[in-house]
């Protein structure tokens, strides 16, 4: 089993960043693809992006590419997103989940409760 934590939501304004936290218990992430999803109130989850556990391979959504990072350090078990250049169109509750093969889209076994990002205009 695995246990994730995200952190780091909160309120900001439109152009602004924020660094969400997922943070791992109950196995090592080294071996897991892990991954950022988002829903928006009314809408279908969204994937924002993924990092492989091996090679550090990254995907990103159309919606956030260039502007959201997401990075890990294995041996905190955690996974980051840096999110910049926010726009109100990024609120959302962001989760993070993880599974064993490639990042990507997708299933993922794995998910966390969940942090709310709202961004103001």
């Known amino acids: 089993q695995v246990q994730l934590v995200e952190s780091g939501g909160g309120l900001v304004q439109a152009g602004g960043s924020l660094r969400l936290s997922c943070a791992a218990s109950?196995?090592?992430?080294?071996?897991?693809?892990m991954g950022w999803f988002r829903q928006a109130s009314g809408k279908e989850r969204e994937f924002v992006a993924a990092i492989s556990g091996s090679n550090g391979g990254r995907h990103y959504g159309d919606s956030v590419e260039g502007r959201f990072i997401v990075s890990r350090d294995n041996a905190k078990n955690t996974v980051y997103l840096e999110m910049n250049s926010l726009k109100p169109e990024d609120t959302a509750v962001y989760y993070c989940?993880?599974?064993?093969?490639?990042?990507?889209?997708?299933?993922?076994?794995?998910w966390g409760q969940g942090t709310q990002v709202t961004v103001s205009s």
């Open positions: 109950g196995r090592a992430l080294w071996n897991y693809a």
């Open positions: 989940a993880a599974r064993v093969g490639a990042p990507g889209p997708g299933t993922y076994r794995y």
